[in-house]
């Protein structure tokens, strides 16, 4: 209550707010005007006619006065003291507080049926219109592809290839016309860049790093930067602090869907005690970054280094947090070495688990799914009738 209301103000109205709670606690229900006066008569009463949500911004827009003011001060007093480092990690924390803590709510009516009219007839005439597919068929008809406010965590050992599945996932974006931001906590931009080259032209990564490509592959590599869609593909590596700070370049830059590698080398905007707090915070705040802006969010972190119990969602590195805000998280593992690997979903809000094979080829620029629902079907030919179950009809 301290930060809501003034101090004086509550010790003056101490006895009229218990008798508020008490009375609600009792019968459930707020007492009359009429009760009011005769067990506080010479309390001065005034008809209010903002509706409870004005009053609600009035009370924020109070506490955000008061958190601002105090933070000024504690920033000029450190300015003065010289420590400068500090101010600044308090006026990143007051940005998140502000950013996170006291955005405008959203809502909507839902006896509005015509809006849901709207949108089911644009579903069913075009799919999922904002929805960004990975290229992976299963997972695609698994989730319907990435939507608007979700927040996506993929997860895998180290050296499991899960920045190369960022990259095949950027590309399929692009490739979408959808307009992918790439935050890179680990590796550089030229890196990046060269891994969605890869890609794109399908060569040999190791040949690309070296500059030892077939003429072939130099034809094919050249001739297609020289000639490639300036459709925007925006990736930073320097300048990122926290989830405050990925949420200002989304609305700077205007992405479709950003991908952030390394979440885990994050800062916390809001200065937990522990690395398991932390990183609880950080997922907690890429979570409503993803609400606010409307634009999917996907994630990429370790898990542990030991495959015994991998399967279990739990074995994310440090805390549960991901498992908490994350809408779908995917494990990738398989062997170091072999040239198929699994990506396995161990969560989903709302549909199917999947689990598929995709292909691991650094050597052509190959990421895309190992046999595919139609191929199998068509490797299959008519040699096998499938049938449902009474209930899966």
Known sequence: ??????????????????????????????????????????????????????????????????????????VRSLFSDGEVGKAKDLLIGLGSKLSVGFSDRSDSNWADGMRRVDAYIERADKGYP???????????????GFQPGQFIGFGGRPAMGKTWCLCWMVFHAWKQKKVPLVVSMEMSIREIEQRIDCIRFGLNYERLRSGSLTVAEERRYLWGLENLDPFPLFVIDEGISGAMSIRAEIEERGPDICFVDGVYLLKDDQKGKNK????????????????????????FTQMGREKKGYDAIDQIQWSDSFSQDCDIFARIDGDRGATVKEVEMLKQREGPLVKLAIRFMPDKGDFSEFMTPKEVAESLGDSVEVTLEDDEV
């Not at 707010?17 to 606690?25: A, I, M, N, P, R």
């Not at 904002?130 to 319907?144: K, N, P, R, V, Y």
């Not at 979570?287 to 606010?292: G, M, N, T, Y």
């Open 1 to 74: 209550m301290r930060s809501h209301f003034d101090v004086d103000m509550l010790k003056a109205t101490y006895r009229e707010y218990s008798y508020l709670v008490d009375h609600y606690t009792q019968y459930g229900q707020m007492p009359s005007v009429a009760s009011m006066k005769v067990e506080f008569p010479d309390f001065e009463y005034i008809r209010v006619n903002d509706p409870l949500d004005a009053l609600r911004h009035q009370i924020l827009d109070r506490e955000v006065q008061n958190l601002v003011r105090s933070s000024v001060e504690d």
């Open 276 to 299: 398991a707090e932390r990183l609880y915070n950080t997922t907690s705040d890429l979570k409503q970054v993803a609400k606010r802006t409307m634009v999917p969010l996907v994630g």
């Open 130 to 144: 904002d929805a960004i597919l990975t290229g992976w068929e299963s997972f695609d008809a698994a989730t319907h």
